[in-house]
């Protein structure tokens, strides 16, 4: 039985129609928030992490790596990207969790 008339499930949708257009990787972005990890992050062997999320480079430097615990954003020379996300709602908290380490960083002491 569906429950169209129920006020949570409505607001639920209004809040995803209204995050489905921020579902674009911004590679400005993302590389801000890999700056914040390594600045304001701490390191352990399995990278820099700050906020959720954890940031590895490869040897050479070319390629970042920027993950939570369900996605992994690879960043690659010339503003390319990959992403491995297991769905739709698993990225767009991804992109908001982007969004608010930038933030953080911008609001934290130097």
Known sequence: MQCED???EQLVRIICMAKAVETKIDTHQALLAVNAVLTNGRSSPDGT???GLT???DLDGYTVTLSDDKVELRLLFHNKF???C???YAQIAFIEKLNQV???SKSSPS
Do not use: C, F, Y
């Open 6 to 8: 129920d006020p949570g």
């Open 86 to 88: 297991p769905n739709r």
């Open 49 to 51: 992490s700050w906020h």
């Open 102 to 104: 930038v933030r953080a």
């Open 82 to 84: 990959q992403l491995k």
């Open 55 to 57: 940031v590895n480079s």
